[in-house]
């Protein structure tokens, strides 16, 4: 099981010696693509040299902006979803020394700020981190002196008790010996507890919804982390001639093809970092109908999940049915349909000025056909309004990613285009507040319409 930095958040590597000193450290950070045992470079792609400061006996490295580097998030053949990070580091005491090695795989997600530091590093939703008894007893804390938990626990994960079964949340992180916790009196010393990280994960399923929305005719694509090794079932009440293929591309229309027999399937597992994550594509959808399910379990050790997918079909005869593709919080991309009104628009601009007509060659005249006021530098940039169309009120995270998303395109059924969020502010709506939901957008295409490439 991957350690996993979601590159786009802050990621912390600590470092102290098991026994000594601390005077300085020097780390060999390899970041590379492809086979994990074979692929990583003869020479480390940085060095950072670091001295302790003060009295702290350990040195502090934050990697992720020499990590995103090496993530190609585009739209195309050469993308990168994943990489490798190897860090291989020297402690330098003022006796001897020692080494320590990391290994992690980094992808171009985030994690909010109420996910604390690190986030998502786990990929199982329910990891039990500590199991242990207090050692003390103070008011919205938990003291074991027995701990570290500056190395071992997040803010965010899920404190049980388990001589009375209460449980609370960690909500701060004082020391290695103590922790702030919600709950006050909560827990007395010689009680046992556990602490597991519950919420801080990530799936398997990488997307926060799940319905799909989808028009017939057009292929759905979600993605999965395959280091789960999750089994996918498809369940359809129709005569569904469909066809199951695993691309390691979103783009990629034919990889891994298991026919058009609707038995479940199982994502296999690698040591490349191009294929941590698996895109599933169905095609032809033209026999799918709402209701059908698609449900992805997984029973692989440390990484039990299950989570259930429903198909809703859009019929929109009217409005050309949009397809807008971003990279989400997991750092996969993902599909968020806009299947109602849209509109295009140009805004142009130029530069300009004022030119000399006069011609006293001959008599003093101008030629009145010709500019006295001349543009030049013409440019021009379509733009395009989009509306969502009734969605389930659960699709207001997807839009929140869709709002933090780096890189967005527009796929019209016939070719794909890149595109820019130019809404910046949005009250997400409710159910109970305005009944039925839509949202309009306003996007800029990423390039100007005359082709000024050079």
């Keep these: 099981m991957s350690t996993i930095i979601n590159a786009r958040s802050p990621y912390y590597i600590k470092v102290e010696p098991v026994s000594g000193t601390l005077s300085s450290a020097s780390m060999s950070l390899y970041i590379y693509s492809g086979t994990f045992t074979t692929d990583k470079p003869a020479s480390a792609t940085y060095t950072i040299s670091k001295d302790v400061i003060g009295t702290n006996n350990y040195v502090i490295y934050e990697v992720t902006e020499l990590i995103r580097d090496y993530l190609i998030t585009e739209y195309g053949a050469y993308s990168i979803d994943g990489v490798w990070v190897e860090a291989d580091i020297t402690l330098t005491k003022t006796s001897g020394s020692e080494t320590q090695n990391y290994d992690f795989l980094a992808f171009d997600g985030y994690g909010y700020f109420e996910d604390g530091v690190n986030p998502r590093t786990s990929t199982n939703p329910a990891v039990t981190k500590i199991s242990s008894t207090a050692t003390g007893t103070t008011a919205y804390k938990l003291i074991d002196s027995t701990q570290t938990f500056t190395k071992t626990v997040s803010v965010g994960d899920t404190i049980t008790n388990t001589t009375d079964t209460t449980t609370t949340i960690v909500t701060g992180i004082d020391s290695d010996t103590q922790l702030a916790v919600r709950a006050t009196n909560f827990i007395e010393s010689g009680d046992s507890y556990t602490i597991a990280d519950t919420g801080n994960y990530t799936p398997q399923y990488l997307q926060s919804n799940t319905k799909i929305y989808f028009k017939k005719g057009r292929d759905i694509v979600f993605p999965v ?48 970092s191009e294929d941590k994550i698996v895109y599933i594509r169905l095609t032809p959808t033209t026999d799918l109908n ?129 595109i820019i969020l130019d809404t910046k502010s949005l009250q997400f709506k409710t159910s109970l507040n305005d009944k039925l939901i839509n949202y309009t957008f306003d996007f800029s295409y990423a390039f100007n319409k005359v082709n000024d490439i050079r």
């Design 225 to 272: 982390f395959a280091e789960a090794e999750g089994t996918v079932a498809f369940t359809t009440g129709g005569d569904a001639d469909v066809f199951w293929n695993q691309v390691d591309e979103f783009w990629n229309l034919y990889d891994v093809n298991w026919s058009n027999v609707l038995t479940p399937i199982t994502i296999g597992d690698t040591n490349v």
């Design 290 to 418: 709402t209701g059908d399910v698609i449900t992805i379990s997984t029973t692989k050790s440390n990484y039990t999940q299950s989570v259930t997918i429903t198909l809703e079909e859009v019929c929109e005869p009217k409005y050309d049915f949009l397809d807008v593709v971003f990279y989400n919080k997991f750092g996969a991309l993902q599909i968020m349909p806009f299947h109602k009104k849209s509109m295009i628009s140009m805004d142009s601009n130029s530069e300009s000025y004022k030119r000399n007509l006069m011609d006293f060659v001959n008599d003093p005249t101008y030629n009145k056909e010709k500019h006295s006021v001349r543009q030049f530098q013409v440019t021009g940039k379509e733009k395009i309004q989009m509306n969502t169309g009734f969605i389930d009120e659960s699709f207001n995270e997807v839009i929140k990613q869709l709002m933090l998303s780096e890189q967005v395109w527009v796929y019209d059924g016939t070719e794909v285009k890149p």
